[in-house]
């Protein structure tokens, strides 16, 4: 399935509904696309992203933040309300405990809720994000769906120009010899920095 156009977005998105897993190589990325990302990833689908720490480009330089910005609101407030939530349980179980001594169990699921969210570690991101740097000349650009055994490959940035308006080709391998080529690259680049 090849398509060469403007706006191949709907060519290329379509593939991605209702996946378990999508693998996004990109060198650039924009607000659109991160936010894309996390309706994918709180639909259930795990996500792997491959890009750069490039942040000369303005555009990109903001969907960095907002990846990080977006996710660490996430993480910061599941793991306040954990804590807030077991605190809660522990004071009110051993205030009604004097007239209700069974209550005092309230307070072991609190403490158990309260343990849970001082432990939790904290992510960075949401998925799976590996930013290399500028030096690894990072210029692939490919999407992988394995269960669909999907490798789409072109010259669209995984950007809102490249999905939208610019003028581009995109194809759409089908093929598990597809797939484990495409992931030798992914898991070779996934060694070049830490994430």
Excluded at 65 to 80: D, F, P, V
Excluded at 110 to 121: S, V
Excluded at 140 to 164: Q, R, W
Aim: hydrophobic share 45%; proline share 2%; glycine share 8%.
């Amino acid at each position: 399935m090849l398509k060469c156009d403007r706006g191949v977005g709907e060519f290329v998105l379509g593939e991605l509904n209702s996946v378990r897993r999508v693998i996004v190589v990109s060198p650039w990325l924009s607000r659109e696309t991160v936010e894309l990302l996390g309706r994918l990833n709180r639909a259930g689908s795990d996500v792997v992203l491959i890009t750069t720490d490039d942040v000369e480009n303005r555009s990109h330089a903001e969907a960095l933040e907002l990846l990080q910005g977006l996710t660490r609101e996430t993480k910061a407030s599941r793991r306040e309300s954990e804590i807030l939530a077991g605190v809660f349980l522990i004071v009110m179980s051993v205030l009604f405990a004097l007239k209700f001594p069974w209550l005092l169990l309230g307070a072991l699921i609190g403490a158990i809720i309260l343990i849970h969210g001082l432990r939790r570690r904290e992510h960075t991101y949401l998925f799976d994000v590996t930013a290399l740097p500028r030096s690894v000349n990072l210029h692939a650009k490919l999407i992988i769906v394995p269960e669909k055994n999907l490798v789409g490959v072109g010259s669209m940035n995984f950007t809102s120009a490249g999905l939208n308006t610019n003028i581009e080709c995109w194809v759409w391998l089908k093929g598990e010899e597809y797939v484990r080529e495409a992931m030798k690259l992914v898991e070779e680049l996934k060694t070049r920095t830490k994430h």
